[in-house]
């Protein structure tokens, strides 16, 4: 639970992803979804958002309406970043042999 990254969510001016049939086919094509490597994007449960217009629905609160977060959420965010980054993750990572742990996105 990240309480304070959803509070990040502007569905405009490019509506978030949302999470059904349409994610399947916006995930090789679509630029929010490409351009979120090194960016805060939101992906929203199915039914938050308005079919046509991308905006979330009335009274839909954005702790509920959000279903993941990504990618580029070590890169962007301060506390995900520390803790991305701490001695005690790589500390786990050696532990775990591997040798050039990576952050994937």
Request: glycine residues 6%; without cysteine; hydrophobic residues 30%.
């Amino acid at each position: 639970h990240v309480p304070h990254v959803p509070t990040r969510l502007n569905p405009n001016p490019t509506p978030p992803i949302r999470q059904d049939e349409k994610q399947t086919s916006a995930q090789g094509s679509d630029a929010y979804f490409l351009d979120s490597a090194d960016r805060i994007h939101f992906f929203l449960e199915p039914g938050a958002s308005d079919d046509d217009t991308g905006a979330l629905k009335a009274g839909m609160d954005k702790q509920v309406a959000v279903n993941k977060v990504g990618h580029g959420l070590h890169v962007q965010d301060t506390v995900f970043k520390e803790y991305t980054e701490s001695p005690k993750v790589a500390e786990l990572a050696h532990s775990l042999g591997w040798s050039s742990p990576e952050v994937p996105q």
